[in-house]
């Protein structure tokens, strides 16, 4: 399945944006796992938009519209136990039609608790981590860094998470 990155933004900043080209600033650092799935406690993160109905607030989209360079660096705390009509979807960039329906598409919570179930992998914190992808032209993962990347970790940490399940929107 082909995914067009840019189908919900006007043509102009869509065309602006495929014909840059953008090399990342460091390289991607790789940590071998320290044993086997089974025995490793999984964290998942999505960078979907995704939040809690009626428990945090949706990602501020208004302010995106008004001011298309900016992204919302904050992120949203989901219950891995959470239900798919508790899941609400904040993005511009996506057709979030499809993960209104199931969840898994872009946060596979409920793929993972079966993995768990089948002694497959050692376990599944307690909650997952959104964030929202897009973060303004030219990309200011500032705030990433400095502020929500170290919290997020810490509260992997504190669930003796050994790895982290990243799924990009």
Same mark, same amino acid.
Request: charged letters at 20%; one cysteine or more; glycine letters at 8%.
């Given at each position: 399945?082909?995914?067009?990155?840019? =189908?919900?933004?006007p043509r102009?900043?869509?065309?602006?944006?495929?014909?840059?080209?953008? *090399? &990342?600033?460091?390289?991607?650092?790789?940590? !071998?796992?320290?044993?086997?799935?089974? *025995?490793?406690?999984?964290?998942?993160?999505?960078?979907?938009?995704?939040?809690?109905?009626?428990?945090?607030?949706?990602?501020d989209i208004?302010?995106?519209? =008004?001011?298309?360079?900016?992204?919302? !660096?904050?992120?949203?705390?989901?219950?891995? @136990?959470?239900?798919?009509?508790?899941?609400?979807?904040?993005?511009?960039?996506?057709?979030?039609?499809?993960?209104?329906?199931?969840?898994?598409?872009?946060? &596979?919570?409920?793929?993972?608790?079966?993995?768990?179930?089948?002694?497959?992998?050692?376990?599944?914190?307690?909650?997952?981590?959104?964030?929202?992808?897009?973060?303004?032209?030219?990309?200011?993962?500032?705030?990433? *860094?400095?502020?929500?990347?170290?919290?997020?970790? *810490? =509260?992997?940490?504190?669930? @003796?998470?050994?790895?982290?399940?990243?799924? &990009?929107?």
């Amino acid at each position: 399945m082909s995914v067009d990155s840019f =189908k919900f933004l006007p043509r102009l900043i869509a065309a602006f944006y495929q014909m840059l080209e953008r *090399e &990342p600033d460091y390289p991607v650092p790789w940590t !071998p796992l320290p044993y086997g799935l089974r *025995e490793c406690m999984f964290g998942l993160v999505t960078y979907g938009g995704l939040y809690q109905r009626g428990v945090e607030p949706p990602f501020d989209i208004e302010r995106e519209e =008004k001011e298309p360079t900016w992204g919302d !660096p904050s992120y949203r705390s989901i219950p891995t @136990g959470i239900c798919q009509d508790q899941v609400g979807v904040s993005h511009l960039h996506l057709n979030v039609q499809d993960v209104t329906s199931d969840i898994n598409i872009l946060l &596979p919570v409920h793929r993972f608790q079966e993995l768990v179930q089948q002694g497959r992998m050692g376990g599944l914190a307690e909650l997952a981590y959104s964030f929202m992808g897009y973060q303004g032209f030219p990309p200011d993962t500032t705030a990433w *860094e400095k502020n929500y990347g170290p919290q997020v970790t *810490e =509260k992997f940490k504190s669930e @003796g998470v050994d790895c982290v399940f990243l799924t &990009p929107a």
